[in-house]
Protein backbone atom coordinates (compact mmCIF):
# COMPACT_ATOMS: atom_id res chain seq x y z
CA UNK A 1 0.00 0.00 0.00
CA UNK A 2 0.90 3.38 -0.97
CA UNK A 3 0.76 6.19 2.01
CA UNK A 4 1.21 9.68 2.07
CA UNK A 5 2.27 11.51 5.19
CA UNK A 6 1.41 15.42 5.68
CA UNK A 7 3.70 17.50 7.45
CA UNK A 8 7.06 16.83 8.66
CA UNK A 9 7.21 17.24 12.60
CA UNK A 10 7.76 14.03 14.87
CA UNK A 11 4.34 12.91 14.57
CA UNK A 12 5.27 12.48 10.62
CA UNK A 13 8.47 10.99 10.90
CA UNK A 14 7.54 8.29 13.56
CA UNK A 15 4.31 7.25 11.29
CA UNK A 16 6.94 7.75 8.41
CA UNK A 17 9.44 4.96 9.72
CA UNK A 18 7.23 2.78 11.11
CA UNK A 19 5.44 2.31 7.62
CA UNK A 20 8.37 2.14 5.46
CA UNK A 21 9.84 -0.90 7.89
CA UNK A 22 6.31 -2.32 7.80
CA UNK A 23 6.98 -2.55 3.69
CA UNK A 24 4.69 0.31 2.91
CA UNK A 25 6.08 3.26 0.23
CA UNK A 26 5.69 6.12 2.13
CA UNK A 27 6.04 10.23 0.61
CA UNK A 28 5.88 12.65 3.05
CA UNK A 29 4.62 16.09 1.94
CA UNK A 30 4.85 19.56 2.90
CA UNK A 31 4.54 23.20 1.33
CA UNK A 32 7.90 22.56 -0.67
CA UNK A 33 9.27 20.20 -2.59
CA UNK A 34 12.65 19.82 -1.26
CA UNK A 35 11.89 20.66 2.70
CA UNK A 36 14.95 19.78 4.39
CA UNK A 37 13.77 18.28 7.25
CA UNK A 38 11.95 15.87 4.91
CA UNK A 39 15.25 15.26 2.77
CA UNK A 40 16.64 14.24 5.97
CA UNK A 41 13.68 11.48 7.03
CA UNK A 42 14.03 10.50 3.21
CA UNK A 43 17.71 9.45 3.37
CA UNK A 44 17.69 8.08 6.99
CA UNK A 45 14.42 5.98 5.94
CA UNK A 46 15.41 4.39 3.03
CA UNK A 47 14.32 3.15 -0.50
CA UNK A 48 10.53 3.22 -0.08
CA UNK A 49 10.54 6.68 0.89
CA UNK A 50 10.28 9.65 -0.92
CA UNK A 51 9.27 13.77 -0.50
CA UNK A 52 7.33 15.89 -2.36
CA UNK A 53 4.35 18.60 -1.81
CA UNK A 54 1.53 18.57 0.10
CA UNK A 55 0.03 17.91 -3.33
CA UNK A 56 2.34 15.67 -4.62
CA UNK A 57 1.74 13.47 -0.76
CA UNK A 58 -2.09 13.31 -1.02
CA UNK A 59 -2.33 12.13 -4.74
CA UNK A 60 0.79 9.55 -4.39
CA UNK A 61 -0.89 8.09 -1.23
CA UNK A 62 -3.89 5.26 -1.12
CA UNK A 63 -4.14 6.40 2.37
CA UNK A 64 -3.28 9.51 3.67
CA UNK A 65 -2.46 10.65 7.24
CA UNK A 66 -2.86 14.17 8.61
CA UNK A 67 0.22 15.30 10.70
CA UNK A 68 -0.22 18.89 10.80
CA UNK A 69 -1.15 20.98 13.48
CA UNK A 70 -5.23 20.89 13.04
CA UNK A 71 -5.09 24.95 12.03
CA UNK A 72 -2.57 24.38 9.77
CA UNK A 73 -4.46 21.35 7.74
CA UNK A 74 -7.36 23.41 7.39
CA UNK A 75 -5.35 25.93 5.97
CA UNK A 76 -3.49 23.45 3.89
CA UNK A 77 -6.72 21.85 2.55
CA UNK A 78 -8.33 24.70 1.20
CA UNK A 79 -4.71 24.99 -1.25
CA UNK A 80 -5.34 21.28 -2.30
CA UNK A 81 -6.96 20.54 -5.74
CA UNK A 82 -10.46 19.24 -5.23
CA UNK A 83 -9.97 15.94 -6.83
CA UNK A 84 -6.60 15.71 -4.51
CA UNK A 85 -7.89 13.52 -1.86
CA UNK A 86 -11.40 12.45 -3.56
CA UNK A 87 -12.09 8.95 -2.28
CA UNK A 88 -8.81 8.36 -0.49
CA UNK A 89 -9.06 7.42 3.25
CA UNK A 90 -7.54 10.19 5.00
CA UNK A 91 -6.51 9.75 8.88
CA UNK A 92 -6.99 12.59 11.22
CA UNK A 93 -4.46 12.01 13.84
CA UNK A 94 -3.86 15.81 15.09
CA UNK A 95 -6.01 17.74 17.94
CA UNK A 96 -7.41 21.19 17.69
CA UNK A 97 -4.95 22.24 20.67
CA UNK A 98 -4.26 25.98 21.68
CA UNK A 99 -2.02 27.32 24.50
CA UNK A 100 -2.14 30.29 26.15
CA UNK A 101 -0.23 31.20 29.51
CA UNK A 102 0.63 27.53 29.86
CA UNK A 103 -3.06 26.29 29.61
CA UNK A 104 -4.17 24.02 27.17
CA UNK A 105 -7.72 24.69 25.37
CA UNK A 106 -9.44 23.12 22.62
CA UNK A 107 -10.06 25.16 19.66
CA UNK A 108 -13.06 23.27 18.81
CA UNK A 109 -15.15 21.47 21.31
CA UNK A 110 -18.12 20.15 22.86
CA UNK A 111 -20.47 20.72 19.54
CA UNK A 112 -17.68 20.22 17.30
CA UNK A 113 -14.57 18.84 16.54
CA UNK A 114 -11.61 18.70 14.32
CA UNK A 115 -12.20 15.97 12.85
CA UNK A 116 -15.97 16.94 11.40
CA UNK A 117 -14.14 20.29 10.18
CA UNK A 118 -11.71 18.22 8.25
CA UNK A 119 -14.07 16.38 6.19
CA UNK A 120 -16.66 19.71 5.75
CA UNK A 121 -13.66 20.78 4.40
CA UNK A 122 -13.04 17.89 2.01
CA UNK A 123 -16.42 16.16 1.42
CA UNK A 124 -15.14 13.25 -1.32
CA UNK A 125 -12.37 12.46 0.68
CA UNK A 126 -13.11 9.61 3.53
CA UNK A 127 -11.99 10.75 7.18
CA UNK A 128 -11.17 8.54 9.71
CA UNK A 129 -10.08 10.15 12.95
CA UNK A 130 -7.55 7.94 15.33
CA UNK A 131 -4.84 7.54 17.09
CA UNK A 132 -4.83 11.17 18.30
CA UNK A 133 -5.70 9.75 21.81
CA UNK A 134 -1.70 9.02 22.26
CA UNK A 135 2.26 9.86 21.78
CA UNK A 136 3.14 9.33 18.33
CA UNK A 137 6.38 6.99 20.32
CA UNK A 138 2.72 4.78 21.36
CA UNK A 139 1.06 5.56 17.71
CA UNK A 140 3.41 2.72 16.30
CA UNK A 141 4.34 0.79 19.23
CA UNK A 142 1.25 0.51 21.63
CA UNK A 143 3.22 -1.97 24.48
CA UNK A 144 4.92 1.22 24.86
CA UNK A 145 1.82 2.99 26.29
CA UNK A 146 0.97 -0.14 28.31
CA UNK A 147 -1.49 -1.47 25.01
CA UNK A 148 -4.83 1.22 25.59
CA UNK A 149 -7.65 1.05 23.89
CA UNK A 150 -7.54 2.93 20.73
CA UNK A 151 -10.58 4.27 18.97
CA UNK A 152 -11.55 5.41 15.36
CA UNK A 153 -14.57 6.94 14.35
CA UNK A 154 -16.02 8.49 10.48
CA UNK A 155 -18.63 8.18 8.36
CA UNK A 156 -17.25 5.54 5.58
CA UNK A 157 -17.42 1.61 6.46
CA UNK A 158 -14.83 0.65 4.38
CA UNK A 159 -12.21 3.50 4.94
CA UNK A 160 -12.74 2.09 8.51
CA UNK A 161 -12.30 -1.18 8.15
CA UNK A 162 -8.70 -0.67 5.79
CA UNK A 163 -7.90 1.70 8.67
CA UNK A 164 -8.91 -0.69 10.87
CA UNK A 165 -6.28 -3.05 9.26
CA UNK A 166 -3.41 -0.89 8.90
CA UNK A 167 -3.84 -0.46 12.85
CA UNK A 168 -3.63 -4.77 13.46
CA UNK A 169 -0.74 -4.19 11.25
CA UNK A 170 1.02 -1.84 13.67
CA UNK A 171 0.29 -3.90 16.67
CA UNK A 172 -3.20 -2.42 17.94
CA UNK A 173 -5.35 -5.52 19.14
CA UNK A 174 -8.30 -3.01 21.54
CA UNK A 175 -9.83 -0.81 18.61
CA UNK A 176 -13.21 0.37 19.22
CA UNK A 177 -14.70 1.76 16.10
CA UNK A 178 -16.94 4.68 17.83
CA UNK A 179 -19.05 5.64 14.90
CA UNK A 180 -19.40 8.29 12.62
CA UNK A 181 -16.76 11.28 12.84
CA UNK A 182 -18.75 13.27 14.76
CA UNK A 183 -17.71 11.24 17.59
CA UNK A 184 -14.31 12.94 17.32
CA UNK A 185 -15.46 15.15 19.78
CA UNK A 186 -15.21 12.63 22.98
CA UNK A 187 -11.52 11.41 21.66
CA UNK A 188 -10.06 15.09 21.09
CA UNK A 189 -11.32 16.36 24.54
CA UNK A 190 -9.16 13.54 25.68
CA UNK A 191 -6.48 16.01 25.18
CA UNK A 192 -7.38 17.49 28.51
CA UNK A 193 -6.69 14.86 30.89
CA UNK A 194 -3.90 13.37 28.45
CA UNK A 195 -1.85 16.89 29.42
CA UNK A 196 -2.72 16.52 32.80
CA UNK A 197 -1.61 12.69 33.04
CA UNK A 198 1.83 13.68 31.00
CA UNK A 199 2.72 16.54 33.20
CA UNK A 200 1.98 14.36 36.79
CA UNK A 201 3.46 11.40 34.88
CA UNK A 202 6.70 13.18 33.20
CA UNK A 203 6.22 10.87 30.22
CA UNK A 204 4.13 10.13 27.45
CA UNK A 205 4.10 6.41 27.51
CA UNK A 206 0.36 5.79 28.58
CA UNK A 207 -2.81 5.80 27.44
CA UNK A 208 -6.59 4.90 28.28
CA UNK A 209 -7.97 1.37 28.15
CA UNK A 210 -12.01 0.82 28.38
CA UNK A 211 -12.74 -2.03 30.60
CA UNK A 212 -15.74 -3.43 31.47
CA UNK A 213 -17.18 -5.36 34.10
CA UNK A 214 -19.93 -7.98 34.36
CA UNK B 1 -18.17 9.05 59.92
CA UNK B 2 -21.31 11.32 59.43
CA UNK B 3 -22.36 12.04 55.44
CA UNK B 4 -24.91 14.11 54.46
CA UNK B 5 -26.10 13.54 50.55
CA UNK B 6 -28.06 16.50 48.63
CA UNK B 7 -30.28 15.13 46.21
CA UNK B 8 -32.89 11.87 46.03
CA UNK B 9 -32.05 10.26 42.38
CA UNK B 10 -30.76 7.42 41.90
CA UNK B 11 -27.04 8.33 42.50
CA UNK B 12 -27.74 10.11 45.84
CA UNK B 13 -29.56 6.51 46.67
CA UNK B 14 -27.34 4.29 45.41
CA UNK B 15 -24.30 6.02 47.39
CA UNK B 16 -26.53 6.82 50.42
CA UNK B 17 -27.19 2.85 50.45
CA UNK B 18 -23.29 2.30 50.30
CA UNK B 19 -22.59 4.53 52.90
CA UNK B 20 -25.34 2.90 55.38
CA UNK B 21 -23.71 -0.38 54.78
CA UNK B 22 -20.15 0.86 55.07
CA UNK B 23 -21.68 1.43 59.06
CA UNK B 24 -21.54 5.53 57.81
CA UNK B 25 -24.88 7.38 59.21
CA UNK B 26 -26.15 9.28 56.30
CA UNK B 27 -28.66 12.45 55.57
CA UNK B 28 -30.44 12.73 52.38
CA UNK B 29 -31.46 16.44 52.18
CA UNK B 30 -34.06 17.70 49.24
CA UNK B 31 -36.02 20.79 49.21
CA UNK B 32 -38.59 19.76 51.66
CA UNK B 33 -37.99 18.36 54.67
CA UNK B 34 -40.72 15.38 54.23
CA UNK B 35 -39.68 14.40 50.61
CA UNK B 36 -40.95 11.11 49.44
CA UNK B 37 -38.51 9.40 47.49
CA UNK B 38 -36.44 10.37 50.20
CA UNK B 39 -38.66 8.80 52.82
CA UNK B 40 -38.53 5.70 51.02
CA UNK B 41 -35.42 5.34 50.92
CA UNK B 42 -34.58 6.09 55.17
CA UNK B 43 -36.86 3.23 55.32
CA UNK B 44 -35.25 0.93 52.91
CA UNK B 45 -31.66 1.76 54.53
CA UNK B 46 -32.37 1.14 58.06
CA UNK B 47 -31.23 2.96 62.00
CA UNK B 48 -28.20 4.86 60.17
CA UNK B 49 -30.05 6.71 57.49
CA UNK B 50 -32.39 9.83 57.88
CA UNK B 51 -33.49 12.62 56.09
CA UNK B 52 -33.59 16.58 56.04
CA UNK B 53 -33.91 19.68 53.99
CA UNK B 54 -30.24 20.42 51.99
CA UNK B 55 -29.51 22.55 54.56
CA UNK B 56 -29.69 19.79 56.74
CA UNK B 57 -27.74 17.06 55.24
CA UNK B 58 -24.98 19.90 54.69
CA UNK B 59 -25.05 20.59 58.52
CA UNK B 60 -25.07 16.95 59.57
CA UNK B 61 -22.53 15.84 57.25
CA UNK B 62 -18.65 15.89 57.77
CA UNK B 63 -18.40 15.23 54.07
CA UNK B 64 -21.18 16.22 52.04
CA UNK B 65 -21.92 14.55 48.56
CA UNK B 66 -23.52 16.38 45.70
CA UNK B 67 -25.80 14.07 44.07
CA UNK B 68 -27.76 16.76 42.04
CA UNK B 69 -27.80 18.00 38.22
CA UNK B 70 -24.93 20.77 37.63
CA UNK B 71 -27.46 23.84 37.50
CA UNK B 72 -29.59 22.63 39.94
CA UNK B 73 -26.86 22.44 42.16
CA UNK B 74 -25.25 25.73 41.58
CA UNK B 75 -29.23 26.84 42.24
CA UNK B 76 -29.38 25.33 46.06
CA UNK B 77 -25.65 26.55 46.65
CA UNK B 78 -27.17 30.31 46.46
CA UNK B 79 -29.89 28.84 49.21
CA UNK B 80 -27.59 27.90 51.89
CA UNK B 81 -26.39 30.04 54.85
CA UNK B 82 -23.27 30.73 54.07
CA UNK B 83 -21.50 28.91 57.53
CA UNK B 84 -23.46 25.81 56.06
CA UNK B 85 -20.45 23.80 53.95
CA UNK B 86 -17.67 25.78 55.50
CA UNK B 87 -14.70 23.72 55.73
CA UNK B 88 -16.27 20.67 55.37
CA UNK B 89 -15.46 18.11 52.40
CA UNK B 90 -17.60 18.86 49.82
CA UNK B 91 -17.73 16.22 47.21
CA UNK B 92 -18.95 16.53 43.81
CA UNK B 93 -19.67 13.43 41.74
CA UNK B 94 -21.77 15.40 39.32
CA UNK B 95 -21.16 16.79 35.36
CA UNK B 96 -22.87 19.82 33.51
CA UNK B 97 -24.63 17.42 31.19
CA UNK B 98 -27.14 19.17 28.70
CA UNK B 99 -29.15 17.20 25.80
CA UNK B 100 -30.43 18.93 22.95
CA UNK B 101 -32.27 16.99 19.99
CA UNK B 102 -30.80 13.88 21.42
CA UNK B 103 -27.30 15.42 21.41
CA UNK B 104 -25.02 15.71 24.59
CA UNK B 105 -22.93 18.32 24.99
CA UNK B 106 -22.07 20.15 28.58
CA UNK B 107 -22.62 23.01 30.13
CA UNK B 108 -19.37 24.44 31.11
CA UNK B 109 -16.62 23.07 28.80
CA UNK B 110 -12.94 23.62 27.92
CA UNK B 111 -11.82 26.43 29.54
CA UNK B 112 -14.15 25.74 32.67
CA UNK B 113 -15.65 23.33 34.54
CA UNK B 114 -18.70 22.90 37.02
CA UNK B 115 -15.93 21.33 39.54
CA UNK B 116 -14.60 24.94 39.62
CA UNK B 117 -17.96 26.77 39.73
CA UNK B 118 -19.14 25.07 42.55
CA UNK B 119 -15.93 26.20 44.67
CA UNK B 120 -16.14 29.51 43.15
CA UNK B 121 -20.36 29.53 44.56
CA UNK B 122 -18.85 27.86 47.81
CA UNK B 123 -15.61 29.34 48.83
CA UNK B 124 -14.98 28.18 52.36
CA UNK B 125 -15.99 24.34 51.41
CA UNK B 126 -13.45 21.90 50.57
CA UNK B 127 -14.37 20.81 47.03
CA UNK B 128 -13.28 17.56 46.22
CA UNK B 129 -14.63 15.95 42.69
CA UNK B 130 -14.59 12.38 42.19
CA UNK B 131 -16.39 9.93 40.92
CA UNK B 132 -18.19 11.70 37.86
CA UNK B 133 -16.47 9.21 35.08
CA UNK B 134 -18.28 6.54 36.23
CA UNK B 135 -21.77 5.07 36.21
CA UNK B 136 -24.06 5.10 40.27
CA UNK B 137 -23.86 1.00 40.22
CA UNK B 138 -19.79 1.29 39.14
CA UNK B 139 -19.35 4.05 41.71
CA UNK B 140 -20.33 1.37 44.89
CA UNK B 141 -18.60 -1.24 43.29
CA UNK B 142 -16.08 -0.86 40.86
CA UNK B 143 -15.38 -4.44 39.64
CA UNK B 144 -18.64 -3.59 38.21
CA UNK B 145 -17.07 -1.66 36.06
CA UNK B 146 -13.86 -3.59 35.29
CA UNK B 147 -12.11 -2.16 38.03
CA UNK B 148 -11.85 1.32 35.92
CA UNK B 149 -9.01 4.28 37.56
CA UNK B 150 -10.64 6.90 39.22
CA UNK B 151 -9.58 10.53 39.49
CA UNK B 152 -10.12 13.06 41.83
CA UNK B 153 -9.16 16.52 42.06
CA UNK B 154 -9.46 19.53 43.96
CA UNK B 155 -7.69 22.38 45.84
CA UNK B 156 -7.14 20.69 50.15
CA UNK B 157 -4.32 18.14 50.20
CA UNK B 158 -6.29 17.24 53.62
CA UNK B 159 -10.16 16.99 51.97
CA UNK B 160 -8.39 15.12 48.89
CA UNK B 161 -6.15 12.63 51.60
CA UNK B 162 -10.33 11.71 53.83
CA UNK B 163 -11.96 11.69 49.98
CA UNK B 164 -9.11 8.79 49.41
CA UNK B 165 -9.95 6.78 52.57
CA UNK B 166 -13.75 7.02 51.76
CA UNK B 167 -12.88 5.65 47.93
CA UNK B 168 -10.53 3.17 49.42
CA UNK B 169 -13.61 1.97 51.88
CA UNK B 170 -15.83 1.69 48.60
CA UNK B 171 -13.40 -0.42 47.11
CA UNK B 172 -11.47 1.69 44.80
CA UNK B 173 -8.18 0.69 44.45
CA UNK B 174 -6.79 2.46 41.29
CA UNK B 175 -7.45 6.39 42.49
CA UNK B 176 -4.69 9.49 40.57
CA UNK B 177 -5.14 12.77 42.35
CA UNK B 178 -4.78 15.11 39.12
CA UNK B 179 -4.42 18.10 41.02
CA UNK B 180 -6.30 21.12 41.93
CA UNK B 181 -10.06 21.90 41.20
CA UNK B 182 -9.47 23.16 37.68
CA UNK B 183 -8.36 19.68 36.47
CA UNK B 184 -12.21 18.89 36.63
CA UNK B 185 -12.08 19.79 33.33
CA UNK B 186 -10.63 16.54 32.36
CA UNK B 187 -12.83 14.21 33.97
CA UNK B 188 -15.88 15.89 32.91
CA UNK B 189 -15.32 15.71 29.54
CA UNK B 190 -15.01 12.06 29.34
CA UNK B 191 -18.75 12.29 29.50
CA UNK B 192 -18.44 12.51 25.47
CA UNK B 193 -16.96 9.48 24.89
CA UNK B 194 -18.56 7.98 28.57
CA UNK B 195 -22.20 8.58 26.51
CA UNK B 196 -20.79 7.29 23.32
CA UNK B 197 -20.24 4.26 24.92
CA UNK B 198 -22.92 3.32 27.08
CA UNK B 199 -24.71 3.46 23.23
CA UNK B 200 -22.28 0.87 21.86
CA UNK B 201 -22.15 -1.07 24.78
CA UNK B 202 -26.00 -0.82 25.78
CA UNK B 203 -24.97 -1.23 29.37
CA UNK B 204 -22.51 1.23 32.43
CA UNK B 205 -20.86 -1.20 32.98
CA UNK B 206 -17.58 -0.16 31.71
CA UNK B 207 -14.99 2.79 32.84
CA UNK B 208 -11.41 4.25 31.61
CA UNK B 209 -8.09 2.70 33.08
CA UNK B 210 -5.05 4.72 32.48
CA UNK B 211 -2.04 2.20 31.59
CA UNK B 212 1.15 2.61 31.60
CA UNK B 213 4.15 1.04 29.53
CA UNK B 214 7.90 0.73 29.59
Known sequence: M???ILGTGMVGETLGTKFVQLGYQVKMGSRTANNESAAKWVKAAGAN???????????FGEAVFVC???AVFLEVAKTLSPGALAGKVLIDVSNPLEFSNGTMSLSLCNTNSL???????LPSAKVVKTLNTVNCGVMVDPAKGGNPTIFLCGNDPDAKKKVTDLLKSMGWRDIIDLGDISKARGTEVLMHIWMNLYGLFGNPHFGFKVVRGT
Request: proline letters at 0%; glycine letters at 16%.
Open 115 to 121: GEEVQKA
Open 68 to 70: LKG
Open 49 to 59: ASQGTFADAAT
Open 2 to 4: KIG
